[in-house]
């Protein structure tokens, strides 16, 4: 079992940063690739980015591309989203989740979600 707790959203100017974080605690971190999504008001929820459990290497969907960075600190057991020059339609509630796959877009492949931490862009 693993518990995932997000934390870091809040209320950003447009061009804007946040960094979001996600403590895992449970089950050994490293073994989980961790994955990022998020959910706008009235849209199905969408795959933002990944990190594998090995390497660290990362992914990420084409709408955040350039501007958000996603990284892991497994001596922390803690997954980290860095979301620079956010825009309006960033907005949306942040889940992080744990998958023994190895990164998927796929939702039902996650074991493990967090609760949600909301990001809220102003124009």
């Known amino acids: 079992q693993v518990q995932l707790v997000e934390s870091g959203g809040g209320l950003v100017q447009a061009g804007g940063s946040l960094r979001l974080s996600c403590a895992a605690s449970?089950?050994?971190?490293?073994?989980?690739?961790m994955g990022w999504f998020r959910q706008a008001p009235g849209k199905e929820r969408e795959f933002v980015g990944g990190?594998?459990?090995?390497?660290?290497?990362?992914y990420y969907s084409n709408f955040v591309k350039g501007r958000f960075t996603i990284s892991r600190d497994n001596a922390k057991n803690t997954v980290f989203l860095q979301m620079n020059s956010l825009k309006p339609e960033d907005t949306a509630v942040y889940y992080c989740?744990?998958?023994?796959?190895?990164?998927?877009?796929?939702?039902?492949?996650?074991?493990?979600w967090g609760q949600g931490t909301q990001v809220t862009v102003s124009s």
């Open positions: 449970g089950r050994t971190f490293s073994d989980y690739a």
């Open positions: 989740a744990a998958t023994t796959y190895g990164v998927t877009s796929i939702e039902r492949d996650y074991d493990y």
């Open positions: 990190i594998s459990w090995s390497f660290g290497r990362t």
